[in-house]
């Protein structure tokens, strides 16, 4: 079988970059920050299978993608002859910056034999600057690259050179964070301002903010600003005594700007309401009411006896207490803790007047019909 024996490397970075026949080289790790042209652009061999052709150079600490016999991890020594090779997943394109970036690639090979495209899609293409793509801060891409070889006169290894392209966009949003107000034990209102809007007509705007030392952040719902202007967001559900950390942060498109982070501490009071207070030792505990009935007398023990002396005729039997009796007697005011029962209540005062008549008068009007009775029998 025929093969082609090739090595292909990628000046990463740097923007013009090398194909060649067999040497390339691209800078890689701690290596890539010297290079200024592309800041906060890296590129490293990504987790897939297909990372066994990316290769890292020893002695300059640079990334080959190697698909040649010197690549100790590959069980070939080239690219297929009469073929096309597609070669997924190789290494990535990531950005750290803030600002957000445009990236794409560019060769010099006219004829389209070696073709970059991304992730997993030949068709995908990651080549000229209409297939480019937008990064924000901490997004990445992978970047795959097929070999077309079916060509007799393909020209693969005429490939001199590549180029990775970065464009930053020109105008960017501004915006800061000021100080929160409003702070209670479990809310804040958040302050930031608006400051530029980078040519758009809108710009969304929300607050990040987690505790002190946190690592995930919590977002407000974004509000879209038309102009430069403050806002403020009240954020609700947080720890009392308990120190914050937010930033106002304003995004479009493809760049974004966060605030410097500012700090507020909740309150850490428990109520609002006032502590109830507290017993000093040696007080008196309060003494409880007691409960009376209208009109009632204390009683003095002298109800039991009132009771016993209305009992047979009605008359009051002698006692200890004689004027108590005599009183009710005469008054009805008994000797009871109310006063007398309903008994010496009649016996006494003039309806006990009355009623010591009629009974008077009943007596002897029963004596008068047992002696008519009488006379009439014998």
Same mark, same amino acid.
């Given at each position: 079988m025929n093969r082609q024996l090739a090595a292909i490397a990628i000046l990463g970075v740097v923007a013009v970059g090398a194909v060649l026949f067999p040497t390339a080289a691209v800078p890689f790790g701690e290596d890539v920050d010297e290079v200024a042209e592309l800041p906060n652009v890296t590129m490293s061999p990504t987790d897939a299978p297909n990372s066994v052709y990316a290769d890292v150079d020893d002695d300059t600490g640079e990334i080959r993608l190697n698909l040649t016999e010197e690549n100790q991890r590959l069980a070939g020594d080239g690219v297929n002859g009469d073929a096309v090779t597609e070669i997924d997943n190789l290494f990535t394109v990531t950005y750290t910056g803030d600002r957000g970036v445009y990236v794409w690639l560019t060769d010099d090979e006219a004829d389209d034999n070696l073709r970059f495209y991304r992730d997993d899609d030949p068709?995908?293409?990651?080549?000229?600057?209409?297939?480019?793509?937008?990064?924000?801060?901490?997004?990445?891409?992978?970047?795959?690259?097929?070999?077309d070889t079916t060509d007799p006169d393909h020209g693969v290894e005429a490939i001199d050179t590549f180029t990775l392209h970065a464009e930053y966009p020109e105008e960017t949003v501004a915006v800061e964070t000021t100080a929160a107000s409003d702070v209670t034990r479990s809310s804040a209102?958040?302050?930031?301002? +608006?400051? @530029?809007?980078?040519?758009?007509? !809108?710009?969304?705007?929300?607050? /990040? %903010? *987690?505790?002190?030392?946190?690592? &995930? #952040?919590?977002?407000?719902?974004?509000?879209?600003?038309?102009?430069?202007?403050? +806002?403020? @967001?009240?954020?609700?559900?947080? !720890?009392?005594?308990?120190?914050? /950390? %937010? *930033?106002?942060?304003?995004?479009? &498109? #493809?760049?974004?700007?966060?605030?410097?982070?500012?700090?507020?501490?909740?309150?850490?009071?428990?109520?609002?309401?006032?502590? !109830?207070?507290?017993?000093?030792?040696?007080?008196?505990?309060?003494?409880?009411?007691?409960?009376?009935?209208?009109?009632?007398?204390?009683?003095?023990?002298?109800?039991?006896?009132?009771?016993?002396?209305?009992a047979g005729q009605g008359v009051a039997t002698p006692?200890?207490?004689?004027?108590?009796?005599?009183?009710?007697?005469?008054?009805?005011?008994?000797?009871?803790?109310?006063?007398?029962?309903?008994?010496?209540?009649?016996?006494?005062?003039?309806?006990?007047?009355?009623?010591?008549?009629?009974?008077?008068?009943?007596?002897?009007?029963?004596?008068?019909?047992?002696?008519?009775l009488r006379t009439n029998l014998s």
């Open positions: 068709t995908n293409s990651f080549e000229g600057e209409a297939d480019g793509v937008r990064l924000t801060t901490g997004d990445s891409i992978r970047v795959g690259f097929v070999v209102v958040l302050g930031g301002e +608006l400051t @530029e809007l980078g040519g758009s007509d !809108e710009v969304p705007v929300f607050f /990040e %903010y *987690r505790e002190t030392g946190a690592s &995930d #952040w919590h977002e407000t719902v974004p509000r879209a600003l038309t102009s430069a202007d403050t +806002l403020s @967001e009240t954020v609700t559900d947080l !720890e009392p005594g308990t120190e914050y /950390e %937010y *930033r106002a942060v304003a995004t479009m &498109d #493809w760049t974004t700007d966060r605030g410097a982070i500012e700090t507020f501490t909740t309150d850490a009071g428990t109520s609002s309401d006032p502590p !109830e207070p507290t017993p000093t030792p040696g007080d008196d505990p309060p003494e409880k009411p007691t409960e009376e009935t209208p009109g009632a007398t204390p009683d003095d023990g002298t109800a039991a006896t009132d009771a016993a002396g209305t006692t200890d207490t004689p004027d108590a009796s005599l009183q009710g007697m005469e008054d009805g005011s008994g000797g009871g803790s109310d006063g007398g029962g309903p008994e010496l209540q009649l016996l006494g005062g003039p309806a006990g007047s009355l009623l010591w008549l009629l009974l008077l008068l009943l007596v002897l009007l029963v004596v008068g019909l047992a002696a008519a």
